[in-house]
């Protein structure tokens, strides 16, 4: 055989050391790009998405929060329409401090043998 067609181990080693180098650093790349994605904070969101509730496959009605204001969307596969706007001086919405979720609460209660909180 001729040198021109025999390989040393030591440059078999060599270029798998580099491939292996080159696949490490893009692995390295992609995991420090993922986690400066989470460092923004809130000072970059203008939107924020306060709740989420799915009403079938592709609907589903979304709470966001733009500034001092809340709206709740109606979101479709094909469109997203506001149902309700809400400023910041309205109160808080909270799904405990609802009529409908005490009536549940008490009715659950009742079931269940009126059981101590």
């Known amino acids: 055989m001729d040198e021109a067609t025999l390989i040393s181990a030591g440059s078999v080693t060599e270029v798998?050391?580099?491939?292996?180098?080159?696949?490490?650093?893009?692995?390295?790349?992609?995991?420090?790009f993922?986690?400066?994605?989470?460092?923004?904070?809130?000072?970059?969101q203008i939107v924020k998405m306060v709740a989420s509730q799915p009403l079938g496959s592709k609907?589903?009605?979304?709470?966001?929060?733009?500034?001092?204001?809340?709206?709740l969307l109606g979101v479709t596969a094909t469109?997203?329409?506001?149902l309700l706007v809400l400023d910041g001086s309205d109160?808080?919405?909270?799904s405990?401090?609802?009529p409908?979720?005490?009536?549940?609460?008490a009715r659950l209660r009742q079931a269940l043998g009126g059981m101590p909180q």
């Open 79 to 82: 469109q997203i329409q506001t």
């Open 96 to 98: 405990e401090e609802t």
């Open 59 to 71: 609907e589903r009605l979304v709470l966001v929060t733009i500034a001092d204001k809340r709206l």
């Open 34 to 44: 993922s986690r400066m994605q989470g460092m923004r904070g809130p000072r970059g």
């Open 16 to 32: 798998v050391m580099s491939l292996l180098l080159i696949v490490a650093s893009v692995v390295a790349i992609g995991w420090l």
């Open 100 to 105: 409908a979720a005490d009536s549940f609460r």
């Open 91 to 94: 109160t808080e919405l909270s």
